[in-house]
């Protein structure tokens, strides 16, 4: 059974930084790329980034792209969210998820983590 913990959320001014945490136990073959998304109330879950754990492979969100980094230690079995110049609209529940594709889709994801919470003020 594969398990996620997320870490590393807060409130943070906007402008502010954080860096999310997703440590993976029981990662299989079937959890190739780690993907982050986030979601808030009366919305669909969004996607947010994604890295292939061999290649190392990234995609970004348009919206974050250029303010958010995603980055592994294979060794650590762990993925990390850099998120810089933190706006008030990334306010959110972010959750990191393993899968077998690179997609920005959460329904391609087999697996979740409980997600951690992040609010900027502004």
């Known amino acids: 059974q594969v398990q996620l913990v997320e870490s590393g959320g807060g409130l943070v001014q906007a402008g502010g930084s954080l860096r999310l945490s997703c440590t993976i136990s029981?990662?299989?073959?079937?959890?190739?790329?780690l993907g982050w998304f986030r979601q808030t109330p009366g919305k669909d879950r969004e996607f947010v980034s994604v890295?292939?754990?061999?290649?190392?492979?990234?995609f970004y969100a348009a919206s974050v792209r250029g303010r958010f980094t995603i980055s592994r230690d294979n060794a650590k079995n762990t993925v990390y969210l850099q998120m810089n110049s933190l706006k008030p609209e990334d306010t959110a529940v972010y959750y990191c998820?393993?899968?077998?594709?690179?997609?920005?889709?959460?329904?391609?994801?087999?697996?979740w983590g409980q997600g951690t919470q992040v609010t900027v003020s502004s």
């Open positions: 998820a393993v899968g077998r594709g690179f997609s920005v889709v959460p329904r391609s994801y087999d697996y």
């Open positions: 029981g990662r299989t073959e079937s959890s190739s790329h």
């Open positions: 890295i292939r754990w061999t290649l190392g492979s990234i």
